[in-house]
Nanobody, 126 residues
Framework: QTQLVESGGGSVQTGGSLRLSCAVSGLTYTYYYMGWFRQAPGKEREGVAT????????YYADSVKGRFTLSQDNANEKLYLQMNNLKPEDTAMYYCAAVGMWFVRDALAPSNYNYWGQGTQVTVSS
């Protein structure tokens, strides 16, 4: 059974940093995509950063480029999201997600992912 468990959320002020972690278990695919998504109240869920394990390509939403960094441990059992220079608009529930596919056309589209964690809240105050 595939499980994704997020941790590391919290409350920070504008300009602060947080590091999210996602512990992954039971993901048995040879190739897959895995990444971070977020959903703010009243808004649709959106892709933040994802990785295609077939070639290591990392995709970032334009809104987080240069501020967020996705990384993965060598055993692929943990996924991280380092978030720097946080802004109030980054406030959201952050989810870890995965899908066992060799290729998807839009790596940041939530609809392409079928395994989801429960989420961790990130709140950025001004």
């Amino acid at each position: 059974q595939t499980q994704l468990v997020e941790s590391g959320g919290g409350s920070v002020q504008t300009g602060g940093s947080l590091r999210l972690s996602c512990a992954v278990s039971g993901l048995t695919y040879t190739y897959y995509y895995m990444g971070w998504f977020r959903q703010a109240p009243g808004k649709e869920r959106e892709g933040v950063a994802t990785i295609r394990t077939a070639n290591g390509t990392i995709y970032y939403a334009d809104s987080v480029k240069g501020r967020f960094t996705l990384s993965q441990d060598n055993a692929n059992e943990k996924l991280y999201l380092q978030m720097n220079n946080l802004k109030p608009e980054d406030t959201a529930m952050y989810y870890c997600a995965a899908v066992g596919m060799w290729f998807v056309r839009d790596a940041l589209a939530p609809s392409n992912y079928n395994y989801w964690g429960q989420g961790t809240q990130v709140t950025v105050s001004s």
